[in-house]
């Protein structure tokens, strides 16, 4: 017994550690690994070195700074193609940023936040970073509201708390307003977010649902607002997004009744 939780603990360490470059900084001192992960400045240091022979971190031969290794990469890759959503979803999200020329991204719900596991660029939205693996705030977002389309309004104030996060004054911080988006948003099939998150930026997003019909995933399309422009572009966008995601839910199993598209502003 002694010797199991003497490996669950390293075990948790050599979690902590990975878990240190996920802050913010991909690049690290031994210290400040040492720092975010709660650990002495000599244990970080051995689990960094034992991690570093596993290639789960890599070390700058030049600056010494620690970083995520190449072992991540591959880990991340067979997990993400493991995924059904995802595998179904691929081809059909790449097409549409193609076609459209923005952003189209594809999203699950963990818990209370969103999951990105597809990020495809268009070339009116590039970006210099991939956004697989990051979360984002479901009231806030277009994909989140997608989401949030299989969850009733009581079970919503649990998942989400009775406190709203603003990012700016954009952003809807009551619940009953965003029950009353939400409600619209499921009428007419789709989701919008017009710089409720980030200054500059909108999109549309679809839920996704499978075999039993249950959400499981969404479908957006953004972009700065110059390129996506609403109040030109809603309703082809809104065909496009919904069209996508109807695409991907029959690939899961999923032959509910078609929807129709009635924008509103």
Do not use: W
């Amino acid at each position: 017994m002694t010797s199991d939780n003497g490996s669950n603990q390293s075990i948790l360490r050599a979690v902590a550690i990975l878990d240190a470059f996920l802050l913010g900084r991909p690049e690290l001192r031994v210290t400040d690994v040492a720092r975010q992960a709660g650990l002495g400045v000599s244990t970080a240091s051995r689990l960094l070195s034992t991690l570093e022979s596993l290639g789960l971190v890599e070390r700058d031969p030049i600056s010494n700074l620690y970083r995520l290794g190449p072992k991540t990469v591959t880990l991340g890759g067979v997990a993400l193609n493991q995924s059904a959503v995802y595998r179904a979803a691929r081809q059909t999200a790449q097409n549409l940023a193609a076609e459209h020329a923005l952003g189209v991204n594809l999203a699950i719900r963990r818990d209370d936040h969103g999951f990105y596991l597809g990020n495809f660029e268009g070339r009116s939205a590039p970006r210099a970073f991939s956004l697989i693996g990051q979360s984002i705030p479901l009231h806030a977002t277009g994909l989140g509201k997608a989401l949030l389309l299989g969850v009733d309004p009581e079970q919503r104030r649990v998942l989400l708390g009775e406190s709203l996060v603003g990012f700016t004054n954009r952003t809807i911080t009551d619940h009953d307003r965003l029950d009353a988006e939400l409600a619209m948003s499921g009428a007419r099939g789709y989701s919008t977010e017009e710089e409720e998150l980030a200054l500059g930026r909108a999109c549309l997003a679809a839920p996704i649902r499978n075999a039993s019909g249950e959400i499981v995933a969404a479908l957006s399309i953004s972009g700065p607002l110059s390129a996506i422009n609403l109040a030109a572009r809603e309703a082809a966008l809104a065909t496009a997004v919904i069209e996508a995601a109807d695409a991907v839910s029959v690939a899961l199993g999923h032959h509910g009744p078609a929807r129709v598209i009635v924008t509103q502003r």
